[in-house]
């Protein structure tokens, strides 16, 4: 659960749930679909929607939830000096995204920590070379195919 804006949504580029506001305040919930040059696609109950990025804006409260699997053994955080096949799963895909070679170690280690701030600065996160949940979540963006995807409009084609 986040609080944040639309250049965030975009780039988590994940499904998320939404809170919006009506023209009293009042609060509820949609399912944020696509965000394509057309518009912004939500799901409210059984009906798909196309707004405008600016009616978006002005009636979304900031609110989203996104919705992700991390690797099982991933808690909170991965950093200098942790060991496993995690960080043998974290170098080998993080470098796959930078077009490096991996390293063939299970240790994180120095070279391992300026890549993850390579990889971070790249896709627009704070470059601090730790792995928390933000960094996590968009290595398995970019890890698993069958993450669904906000920049791909699938959903539209359903209400012609």
Not at 15 to 33: I, M, S
Not at 127 to 142: K, L, N, R
């Amino acid at each position: 659960q986040r609080q944040g804006n639309y250049a965030q949504l975009v780039q988590y580029n994940l499904p998320a749930v939404v809170r919006l506001l009506d023209n009293l305040g009042e609060g509820y919930y949609a399912t944020l679909l696509s965000i394509t040059p057309l518009g912004v696609e939500l799901q409210l109950s059984s009906s798909h929607i196309l707004v405008s990025q600016a009616w978006f804006e002005q009636y979304w409260s900031g609110d989203f939830t996104l919705f992700w699997t991390a690797p099982s053994r991933f808690k909170n955080s991965l950093k200098q000096n942790d060991k496993g096949e995690l960080i043998r799963w974290l170098d080998r895909n993080i470098s796959a995204v930078l077009g490096e070679k991996a390293a063939s170690g299970a240790k994180f280690d120095w070279p391992l920590m300026k890549k993850v701030m390579r990889f971070q600065q790249q896709s627009g996160l704070s470059a601090d070379g730790i792995v928390g949940p933000q960094t996590m979540m968009t290595v398995v963006h970019y890890a698993d195919s069958t993450v669904p995807k906000l920049n791909v409009a699938t959903h539209l084609a359903e209400d012609k």
